[in-house]
């Protein structure tokens, strides 16, 4: 079942598309979304409902279950040598508020469907592989995210995680604890030879180009800054213009500087504010409180931190001139990241052997790779999505697109893995 080298698999060594296809579309049906997409939000009934249904699927295809005390999930599938530190596949399977059918899914659910395949073709790896679910990588519900492979890495402490809250003020502990997804392991205990991530690229470029393969070579920074304004309620009619301390207007000011700033820093800079509140959030009461988070992203880290200082600059002073309070408080970081330089031949060889068409990408979105490359060879795989739209429930990829990239996985996977028979 490989080829003359007996060291990689052979060209013909596919996954089952169908298959792939199938059990996405399932998933899909586990919290589901208003508009055709999934609201699947960490820690929540349906999150535990989609691990169950994971879980399930994996113990029928042989494997054995691992969970860490932050939830995350590793589905075990044995290799010829099981001391041999495990390769690794994950990703994620909680969902945006608003979230598409692939982001995440996708590549745990390959992972699956890799393991799967290598039963179907009786193939025996050296190294055990393991399928990884990390919990609430997207952090809408619980900031920051991708805050259990955070805590994996050490990068974050479960003290941290544990007390992190929601907009209702449920702690992740408690919610974890509810769900009793809380596993025994320590996280950060287990030892990877190589992870690999297989994510849809959430935005444009692949697509535009007509390639089916993204080889990522680097991961973008982020700052997420969290700035809370403080003014004063008035009536909206009666309170002269002069005599505000509106909350609401120091938001918008702040807003827009963040776009300004994120221009300022083209090409590779990007900003915006996505999560905003104001109180009381009444019609006829002038906003005494906003607060809202600055996203902040770049793959120069001097960009991402100029911008940083930028915002640190000018919000102080759009609030002094409305006589509002200010506080901006980090809320999420982490570095660009530059991946596994051999993992990255591996995935570009891959493709190549496959016959797919492929290009070098930057991931202009955040993942759980991002963290474990810190303690690990790490790597991802990216396939093309419709439009780069992705964050909304519109989010679609055609099933030759999800195929294609399970495939590159598979191969990439057995080539870390080492294929014995
Ligand atoms: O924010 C991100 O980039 C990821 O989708 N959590
Ligand atoms: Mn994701
Ligand atoms: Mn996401």
């Known amino acids: ?3 003359a080298s007996g060291l990689v698999p052979a060209a013909n060594m596919k996954v089952d598309g169908e298959r792939l296809w199938d059990s996405l579309m399932q998933m899909a049906r586990v919290g589901p979304g208003v508009a055709g997409g999934n609201n699947r939000q960490t ?3 349906a999150d535990a409902e989609g691990r169950a249904l994971f879980r399930r699927w994996c113990e029928d295809a042989g494997m054995t279950m691992g969970v860490d005390r932050m939830g995350s999930m590793f589905m075990r599938h044995e290799g010829a040598e099981p001391d041999l530190d495990p390769v690794y596949i994950g990703s994620h399977l909680d969902t945006q508020p608003t979230g598409g059918k692939f982001d995440g899914v996708l590549g745990v659910l390959s992972g699956l469907e890799v393991i799967r395949s290598i039963r179907d073709m009786g193939i025996t790896t050296r190294r055990p592989i393991v399928v990884a679910n990390w919990t609430n990588e997207e952090g809408t519900r619980f900031a920051p995210a991708m805050l259990a492979s955070g ?6 402490t ?3 995680a544990n007390s992190r809250t929601d907009a209702d003020g449920r702690r992740f502990g408690d919610e974890l604890d509810r769900i009793g997804w809380r596993g025994d392991e320590q996280p950060g205990a287990r030892r990877i030879h190589a992870m690999f991530e297989y994510h849809i690229e959430q935005g444009p470029i692949l697509e535009a180009e007509g390639k089916q393969i993204g080889v990522v070579t680097h991961g973008q920074g982020l700052w997420w800054l969290q700035v809370t304004l403080t003014g ?3 009536h909206t009619g009666s309170t002269p213009m002069h005599m505000r301390v509106n909350a609401g207007l120091g938001m918008a000011r702040i807003i827009e500087a963040v776009h300004r700033i994120a221009m300022d820093h083209q090409p590779d800079a990007v900003g915006a504010v996505g999560q905003a509140n104001v109180w009381p959030n009444s019609r006829n009461v002038i906003p005494g409180r906003a607060v809202f988070t ?4 770049s793959p120069d880290l001097s960009k991402l931190n100029a911008m940083r200082a930028r915002l640190e600059e000018e919000a102080p002073r759009i609030a002094a001139e409305l006589g509002l309070g ?3 408080e980090p809320v999420g970081h982490f570095d660009p990241v530059t991946f596994d330089p051999g993992l990255v031949e591996k995935v570009r060889n891959a493709a190549e052997r496959l016959g797919y068409s492929q290009m070098n990408i930057v991931s202009g979105a955040g993942h759980d790779a991002c ?3 810190r303690v690990a060879p790490t790597v991802m795989i990216m396939c093309p999505c419709v439009d780069g739209l992705s964050h909304n429930e519109a989010e679609e990829i055609s099933p030759e697109w999800a195929e294609a990239g399970a495939d590159v996985l598979l191969h990439a996977v057995l080539d870390a893995a080492e294929v014995v028979d």
């Not at 805590?151 to 974050?156: E, M, R, S, Y």
């Open 1 to 3: 079942m490989t080829d």
């Open 43 to 45: 820690l929540t009934d």
């Open 151 to 156: 805590v994996f890495a050490g990068v974050l």
């Open 158 to 160: 479960e003290d941290y």
């Open 232 to 234: 004063k309620e008035a």
């Open 294 to 297: 600055v996203d902040f992203r």
């Open 326 to 328: 200010i506080k901006i």
């Open 371 to 373: 963290w474990i490359n």
